[in-house]
């Protein structure tokens, strides 16, 4: 995220959300018929630009195609598509080289209540790039977040639909402004009494926020997450997980060094081998077998095969 979150933070709100969309639907945006959600993906690509933004949320599908969502709220679509033909071309050129294959890449762009209306294509001749539009305007938000609000103070679980409509409503058509639509969710998340559920609303918060959420609040946000529970056994759990991967690339490391050691023994032996085997050739015109295997090294069998070889 923006605004100097760490890069460990990142990856602690990373697995949060990951637990979160995770086979989840994306009924909850309006979009019916796209595959369930697999897995959250990392959102930097390579890129030859050190400016360059990274992509707002990267999911990959159950089809194995790949989800680039994005969150706007301007209307100027055509910069918005021109950005993200730019992560199109990355994200295929990194999975090309990583699986020698092509992954369909689908593209949605949520905007926010400040825009009414969407283009959802950039067509430039035979460059044709296409997205889908949700627009927030679209959602009551105030009945929204009444209704979860409602639900919460009764102590009632949310639904993984409620859950995500509730990370969207500062997005949504609200009386309230948009930061004040921000801290009031967050606020309320922080009420659930499911520590993993507070945990994942408000980092769903913070990364569909990201470009319009005032900096200072979400630091206090930032620093208020550290002390969660939840995102402590999410620390020790990521840095097992990295110590673990650290033995696994150590271990690989030290198998392909043994296997190189082995293969340079074999090629040594072969060349041994093949040095007796002249020798042996020399000495069986003057020696006997069991002589020749004796000063070669070879064995009798050995020896007295490659005598028949000769006198064929």
């Not at 995770?22 to 050190?50: C, M, W």
């Not at 159950?62 to 918005?80: A, K, P, Q, T």
């Not at 105030?142 to 969207?168: Q, R, S, W, Y």
């Not at 009494?193 to 990364?207: C, F």
């Amino acid at each position: 995220m923006a605004g100097g979150i760490s890069h460990h933070a990142k990856d602690i709100l990373f697995k949060s959300l990951s637990a979160l969309y995770q086979n989840q639907a994306l009924d909850v945006y309006g979009l019916h018929g796209l595959p369930r959600i697999k897995a959250v993906l990392p959102t930097e690509f390579p890129s030859v630009r050190a400016d360059e933004r990274r992509a707002d949320t990267v999911f990959l599908l159950e089809d194995d195609s790949i989800l680039l969502l994005e969150y706007e709220s301007n209307e100027r679509f055509l910069d918005n598509h021109l950005k993200y033909l730019d992560y199109a071309c990355r994200l295929l050129h990194t999975y090309y080289q990583q699986e020698k294959r092509i992954r369909p890449v689908r593209i949605v762009v949520i905007y926010t209540s400040d825009v009414t209306s969407a283009r959802e294509q950039l067509d430039a001749g035979d460059v044709l790039l296409s997205s889908k539009a949700v627009l927030l305007g679209e959602f009551n938000g105030d009945a929204i977040f009444h209704a979860i609000e409602e639900k919460v103070h009764n102590g009632e679980p949310l639904t993984p639909e409620e859950t995500m409509k509730l990370i969207l409503v500062p997005l949504m058509h609200t009386r309230f402004d948009r930061q004040t639509m921000i801290e009031k969710t967050i606020e309320l998340a922080k009420t659930i009494d499911d520590e993993p559920k507070q945990l994942h609303i408000i980092a769903g918060v913070l990364t569909a926020t990201d470009k319009f959420i005032d900096r200072s609040y979400a630091e206090k946000v930032k620093e208020w997450i550290k002390m969660n529970k939840v995102f402590r056994l999410l620390v020790e759990e990521l840095e097992q997980e990295r110590e673990e991967m650290l033995r696994k690339v150590m271990q690989e490391k030290e198998q392909a060094l043994q296997k190189i050691v082995q293969e340079k023994e074999q090629v040594i032996k072969q060349a041994e081998k093949q040095k007796a085997i002249e020798i042996a050739k020399n000495f069986l015109d003057v020696l006997p077998i069991h002589e020749v295997a004796k000063r070669t090294g070879l064995t009798v069998a050995e020896v007295a095969d490659l005598a028949k070889e000769m006198d064929r």
